[in-house]
């Protein structure tokens, strides 16, 4: 079992990648599909006249501020846009892939951070009207349902919380707790980076390997989104998940390459 | 087993029908929601700067005007907006929904036109690269398996292309294909009408009853989206549904209402 979480950012060939993983998929292993969409978030929020903000919490974590339109822009990119597109590319490639957001069959079932902390010109705010939270659990039953019936899962933003309400969840982390709970071997964060630099953003600086001891270091040395990965990395690998790689999804046979070692590998 | 098609125009009232829905799937009763979402895509279509347009075929039928761009603002109205939206609602009322497009698992396989006629100023003009397409086959396997699995499956187009594209496909007809695959008793097609009326828009004409004999002639009386209707109807009758009502969305517990035969019953 193999999760792959891709990213949306801009430079990414979802053409070869979505044929890279299907290949692998065809062979026989079973893959589940997770993405993001943080970039396509962006785009549609300008243009629908409501720009999208990140807030800063007192811990110094950046997160996009989530009121009720903007989880509805969020569905519309994640699910309009990205999974089907992702689900089109798949199926042309032979793969009977499914989109499902986290509420579907309570995929990802989260709390809702009921008061958000922003920091702005050194006061605290307190936001009570965002959609934001973390997924708690995964109801793997739907998954293997739907593996067992020859299908390829493609899982996305909201989660639902207990209190049925769609919530936005970082995408890495909620792959990660996916991975964990099917017992998966691989999980693959795929995104617009060649992976984790010790100094960001020489190339040269790369990190290759990263051990278990290692990953609170490792932490240390992430900047903006990568935190998360690394973060996701270490929660996965703690709850049984045997390989975790940051690869590139910018270059050709990303998850071939991933897989081979290409990237930063947490083992 | 009841297929529950829910229109998607103003004036319905979707948390009462999803509390409605809810409360007859709760006691028992297997069902599957399928939804449409011209209203969505043409509010979507005009905020995104590419209002909607429509072509009328040279035996009088309008339809959606549905080149790429189209599609894809279709697949965030009803992916992103609506599915979502109904998912949400169902789930607030104690049911487990998972909502799919008709590419999800090859769901609603159909053939795309390839060329569409248009008649414009007496002239027929052949468009090519519109993705419309009818539903020629309901791959009821998934549906079974995640209705088995005590989940609640919500559907919505596109459908997908046997050349793997996603195509925008009539939901009324989709839900009376989806109904006769399943083997279903009832399909509801709910919507904010109140019937069919032999002379629209006089209330007073509304046909309380249609019999099998009579499809043909009602499909006469019927105007504009009530024409599919009326045609899904009698597709269902033909392939084995016993009973199809269109209803009333807009009055509150329409399923309930409908079921008791409230609107136009076609047996």
């Given at each position: 079992?193999?999760?792959?979480?891709?990213?949306?950012?801009?430079?990414?060939?979802?053409?070869?990648?979505?044929?890279?993983?299907?290949?692998?998929?065809?062979?026989?292993?079973?893959?589940?599909?997770?993405?993001?969409?943080?970039?396509?978030?962006?785009?549609?929020?300008?243009?629908?006249?409501?720009?999208?903000?990140?807030?800063?919490?007192?811990?110094?974590?950046?997160?996009?501020?989530?009121?009720?339109?903007?989880?509805?822009?969020?569905?519309?990119?994640?699910?309009?846009?990205?999974?089907?597109?992702?689900?089109?590319?798949?199926?042309?490639?032979?793969?009977?892939?499914v989109g499902l957001s986290?509420?579907d069959?309570?995929l990802?079932?989260?709390?809702?951070?009921?008061?958000?902390?922003?920091?702005?010109?050194?006061?605290?705010?307190?936001?009570?009207?965002?959609?934001?939270?973390?997924?708690?659990?995964?109801?793997?039953?739907?998954?293997?349902?739907?593996?067992?019936?020859?299908?390829?899962p493609v899982v996305?933003?909201?989660?639902?919380?207990?209190?049925?309400?769609?919530?936005?969840?970082?995408?890495?982390?909620?792959?990660?707790?996916?991975?964990?709970?099917?017992?998966?071997?691989?999980?693959?964060?795929?995104?617009?980076?060649?992976?984790?630099?010790?100094?960001?953003?020489?190339?040269?600086?790369?990190?290759?390997?990263?051990?278990?001891?290692?990953?609170?270091?490792?932490?240390?040395?992430?900047?903006?989104?990568?935190?998360?990965?690394?973060?996701?990395?270490?929660?996965?690998?703690?709850?049984?998940?045997?390989?975790?790689?940051?690869?590139?999804?910018?270059?050709?046979?990303?998850?071939?390459?991933?897989?081979?070692?290409?990237?930063?590998?947490?083992?």
């Open positions: 079992m193999i999760v792959i979480k891709v990213g949306g950012a801009e430079g990414i060939d979802l053409d070869a990648l979505a044929a890279d993983a299907a290949a692998l998929i065809r062979s026989g292993r079973r893959a589940v599909v997770v993405h993001g969409g943080s970039h396509a978030t962006n785009t549609l929020s300008e243009r629908l006249g409501h720009p999208p903000t990140f807030i800063t919490s007192p811990s110094g974590h950046t997160s996009r501020r989530t009121d009720r339109r903007t989880l509805e822009i969020l569905q519309m990119a994640c699910r309009g846009v990205l999974s089907q597109g992702l689900v089109e590319r798949l199926q042309r490639n032979g793969v009977n892939a986290g509420m069959g309570r990802w079932e989260g709390t809702r951070k009921e008061v958000v902390r922003s920091v702005k010109e050194g006061r605290i705010r307190l936001i009570r009207d965002d959609f934001t939270g973390t997924v708690d659990r995964v109801n793997v039953g739907l998954l293997r349902v739907l593996l067992d019936a020859g299908l390829t996305s933003p909201p989660a639902i919380s207990v209190n049925h309400e769609a919530i936005n969840v970082d995408a890495d982390r909620a792959a990660a707790r996916t991975a964990a709970a099917l017992g998966a071997e691989d999980l693959l964060l795929l995104s617009n980076v060649s992976g984790l630099m010790r100094a960001f953003p020489d190339e040269s600086t790369l990190v290759p390997r990263v051990a278990r001891s290692e990953v609170e270091a490792a932490a240390g040395w992430a900047h903006g989104r990568m935190k998360k990965k690394v973060l996701g990395a270490g929660e996965a690998l703690s709850e049984g998940v045997r390989r975790v790689i940051i690869g590139d999804a910018r270059r050709s046979a990303a998850v071939t390459r991933a897989l081979a070692g290409e990237g930063t590998v947490f083992q």
